[in-house]
C-alpha cells in the first residue's frame, strides 16, 4: 500500500476504533492525557510499519498493545517497575491481540472523565470529541468557529487540568449525577449531530459517530432509567438515526427530508424512539430541550408524507424549544416549520422580526434558508444571492452540493 493509503486507513481505523483504544488505555494507566498520548505514539508506529507488513487483522487490537508496551517502556525508564507494570506486563503475554474486547462501558467512563466539573464546558465538549469522537483539530476548530492552535491548546491545557486533579477513571456515584449529567448529555449529542450532519469534509454523515454516541446514550439510559432528559435523548438520536438509509441516493448525493423514500425509515428505529419518547411522559417530569427535539422528529416519523405532517404543533414544539434554550438555530428551525404551516412570507416576516443574525454570522443556515423563502415568493435574483453565499460559507462538501444544485433550479 501507498503511504496515502496507509493514512487513509489508519484515519479510517481510528474513526472506528480510537475511543475505545483510548478508554482501555485509561483504565490502564490511570491518566486520560496519557493515554491519548500514547494512543498518538502507537498512530505513529503504524505509519511507519503498515506500509511494509500491511495492516493488521484487529488494527485496534495491535494499537492498543503497542501503547501498552510504549506506557511499560516509559515506566522502565522512570524506575517505576512495580505491580502496575507486572501485572500489565502479564496481561500482555497472555492475551492474544486477535481475541481483544475493550471492557464493556469503558468509553462511557471516558466520557465522564471529560466532563468532569474540573473542566469548563467547552473543554469537556472538545476533550470528548477529541478522544470519544476521533475528531481531529482541524475539525474542531471548525466545529468551534476558532482556530487550530486554540483547539491544540484548549485540549492541552484540559488533559493537564484533569491530571493535576487526579480525577479518577470511572462512573460517578449517585450523588454527583446532577452536576455531571447537562454536560455528559451535551457532548453525547453534539458527537451525535456531527455524525448526521458532518461539518466539515465531503461525506454528508459520518454514521460511526452517530452510532457511537446512540450506544453511549443507550447505556446511560439504562444506569439512570429515571431521567427523563436522557431518554428524551435516546429516542432523539434513535428516530433521527432512522432516517440514514434514506439521506442519500443511489450516487451518493444527499437528499432532503421532503424528497426522502419514507418507506426506507428504519421502522423498529422509530419504535423505539417513539418508545423512549413515552418513557420521558410516563416520568412525569416534563419535556426538556432534548425531548422537545424528539417530538419534533416524531411528527416526521409518524407522516407518511411531508403534506402530511402536522406542521403546526411542530411549529408549537419549537417555540417552547426556543424559550429553554434561546438557540438562534432553534428559532431559524421554526421559520421553516412557520413556510410549511403557513406562507413563505410569514415565514420570512418571522425570520426579520426574530432571528438573531449576529449569532448566525459566518453560518450557511440563514442565507440559506433565506434563499428558500425569497425563492418560493418568486425573488429569483435575491434568493439566488443567498445561496450563493451560503454556498461559499459551507464548510461541508456534500451540503455544498446541494446548495449548487438549489442555484441550478433557480
Given at each position: 500500500?501507498t503511504d496515502?493509503?496507509?493514512?487513509?486507513?489508519?484515519?479510517?481505523?481510528?474513526?472506528?476504533?480510537?475511543?475505545?483504544?483510548?478508554?482501555?488505555?485509561?483504565?490502564?494507566?490511570?491518566?486520560?492525557?496519557?493515554?491519548e498520548?500514547l494512543?498518538?505514539?502507537?498512530?505513529?508506529?503504524?505509519?511507519?510499519k503498515?506500509?511494509?507488513?500491511?495492516?493488521?487483522?484487529?488494527a485496534?487490537?495491535?494499537?492498543?498493545?503497542?501503547?501498552?508496551?510504549?506506557a511499560?517502556d516509559?515506566?522502565?525508564?522512570?524506575?517505576?517497575?512495580?505491580?502496575?507494570?507486572?501485572m500489565?506486563?502479564?496481561?500482555?503475554?497472555?492475551v492474544?491481540?486477535?481475541?481483544w474486547?475493550?471492557?464493556?462501558?469503558?468509553v462511557?467512563?471516558?466520557?465522564?472523565?471529560?466532563?468532569?466539573?474540573?473542566?469548563?464546558?467547552?473543554?469537556?465538549?472538545?476533550?470528548?470529541?477529541?478522544?470519544?469522537?476521533?475528531?481531529s483539530?482541524?475539525?474542531?476548530?471548525?466545529?468551534?468557529?476558532?482556530s487550530?492552535?486554540?483547539?491544540?491548546?484548549?485540549?492541552v491545557?484540559?488533559?493537564?487540568?484533569?491530571?493535576?486533579?487526579?480525577?479518577?477513571?470511572?462512573?460517578?456515584?449517585?450523588?454527583?449525577?446532577?452536576?455531571?449529567?447537562?454536560?455528559v448529555?451535551a457532548?453525547?449529542?453534539?458527537?451525535f449531530t456531527e455524525?448526521?450532519?458532518?461539518?466539515?469534509?465531503?461525506?454528508?454523515?459520518?454514521?460511526?459517530?452517530?452510532?457511537?454516541?446512540?450506544?453511549?446514550?443507550?447505556?446511560?439510559?439504562?444506569?439512570?432509567?429515571?431521567?427523563?432528559e436522557?431518554h428524551?435523548?435516546?429516542?432523539?438520536?434513535?428516530?433521527q438515526?432512522?432516517?440514514f438509509?434514506?439521506?442519500l441516493?443511489?450516487d451518493?448525493r444527499?437528499?432532503?427530508?421532503?424528497?426522502q423514500?419514507?418507506?426506507?425509515?428504519?421502522?423498529?428505529?422509530?419504535?423505539?424512539?417513539?418508545?423512549?419518547l413515552?418513557r420521558?411522559?410516563?416520568?412525569?417530569r416534563?419535556?426538556?430541550?432534548?425531548?422537545?427535539?424528539?417530538a419534533?422528529?416524531?411528527c416526521?416519523?409518524?407522516?407518511?408524507?411531508?403534506e402530511?405532517?402536522?406542521?403546526p404543533?411542530?411549529?408549537i414544539?419549537?417555540?417552547?424549544?426556543?424559550?429553554?434554550?434561546?438557540?438562534?438555530?432553534?428559532?431559524?428551525?421554526?421559520?421553516?416549520?412557520?413556510?410549511?404551516?403557513a406562507s413563505?412570507?410569514?415565514?420570512?416576516?418571522v425570520?426579520?422580526?426574530e432571528?438573531d443574525v449576529?449569532?448566525?454570522a459566518?453560518?450557511?443556515l440563514?442565507p440559506?434558508?433565506r434563499?428558500?423563502?425569497?425563492?418560493?415568493l418568486?425573488?429569483t435574483?435575491?434568493?439566488?444571492?443567498?445561496?450563493?453565499?451560503?454556498?461559499e460559507?459551507?464548510?461541508?462538501?456534500a451540503?455544498?452540493?446541494v446548495?449548487?444544485d438549489?442555484?441550478?433550479?433557480?
Amino acid at each position: 500500500m501507498t503511504d496515502p493509503e496507509i493514512r487513509r486507513t489508519i484515519d479510517a481505523v481510528w474513526r472506528v476504533e480510537g475511543s475505545r483504544v483510548v478508554a482501555t488505555l485509561a483504565r490502564i494507566v490511570g491518566d486520560v492525557g496519557l493515554a491519548e498520548d500514547l494512543a498518538q505514539e502507537a498512530i505513529a508506529e503504524a505509519l511507519e510499519k503498515w506500509p511494509g507488513s500491511g495492516v493488521p487483522r484487529n488494527a485496534g487490537a495491535w494499537l492498543t498493545s503497542v501503547a501498552k508496551r510504549r506506557a511499560i517502556d516509559g515506566w522502565r525508564r522512570q524506575e517505576r517497575l512495580d505491580e502496575r507494570y507486572q501485572m500489565i506486563a502479564r496481561d500482555l503475554s497472555e492475551v492474544d491481540e486477535e481475541e481483544w474486547v475493550p471492557v464493556r462501558d469503558d468509553v462511557l467512563k471516558l466520557v465522564f472523565v471529560a466532563c468532569h466539573p474540573v473542566l469548563k464546558r467547552d473543554a469537556q465538549v472538545a476533550l470528548t470529541l477529541r478522544v470519544v469522537g476521533g475528531l481531529s483539530s482541524e475539525e474542531l476548530a471548525r466545529l468551534f468557529l476558532t482556530s487550530v492552535p486554540t483547539i491544540q491548546q484548549r485540549i492541552v491545557r484540559a488533559k493537564k487540568t484533569l491530571s493535576a486533579a487526579r480525577v479518577p477513571y470511572e462512573v460517578p456515584e449517585p450523588a454527583q449525577w446532577p452536576q455531571r449529567l447537562n454536560g455528559v448529555l451535551a457532548v453525547i449529542y453534539l458527537i451525535f449531530t456531527e455524525g448526521y450532519a458532518a461539518t466539515v469534509g465531503d461525506s454528508w454523515m459520518r454514521q460511526d459517530l452517530a452510532a457511537q454516541a446512540l450506544r453511549l446514550g443507550r447505556v446511560l439510559a439504562a444506569l439512570v432509567p429515571r431521567e427523563p432528559e436522557v431518554h428524551g435523548l435516546v429516542a432523539l438520536m434513535e428516530l433521527q438515526s432512522s432516517r440514514f438509509a434514506a439521506r442519500l441516493d443511489a450516487d451518493g448525493r444527499p437528499v432532503l427530508l421532503a424528497e426522502q423514500d419514507r418507506h426506507r425509515w428504519d421502522r423498529g428505529q422509530i419504535s423505539r424512539g417513539l418508545a423512549a419518547l413515552d418513557r420521558v411522559d410516563t416520568l412525569g417530569r416534563g419535556r426538556g430541550p432534548y425531548s422537545l427535539q424528539a417530538a419534533i422528529a416524531a411528527c416526521h416519523s409518524r407522516a407518511t408524507t411531508v403534506e402530511d405532517t402536522d406542521w403546526p404543533q411542530i411549529v408549537i414544539l419549537y417555540e417552547a424549544l426556543e424559550q429553554l434554550t434561546g438557540n438562534p438555530v432553534v428559532t431559524l428551525n421554526k421559520v421553516v416549520a412557520v413556510s410549511m404551516a403557513a406562507s413563505a412570507h410569514d415565514a420570512l416576516t418571522v425570520l426579520d422580526a426574530e432571528v438573531d443574525v449576529a449569532k448566525l454570522a459566518g453560518s450557511h443556515l440563514l442565507p440559506s434558508v433565506r434563499g428558500e423563502l425569497l425563492a418560493q415568493l418568486g425573488r429569483t435574483e435575491e434568493a439566488r444571492a443567498e445561496l450563493c453565499r451560503a454556498r461559499e460559507l459551507a464548510t461541508n462538501g456534500a451540503q455544498r452540493r446541494v446548495l449548487e444544485d438549489k442555484i441550478a433550479a433557480l
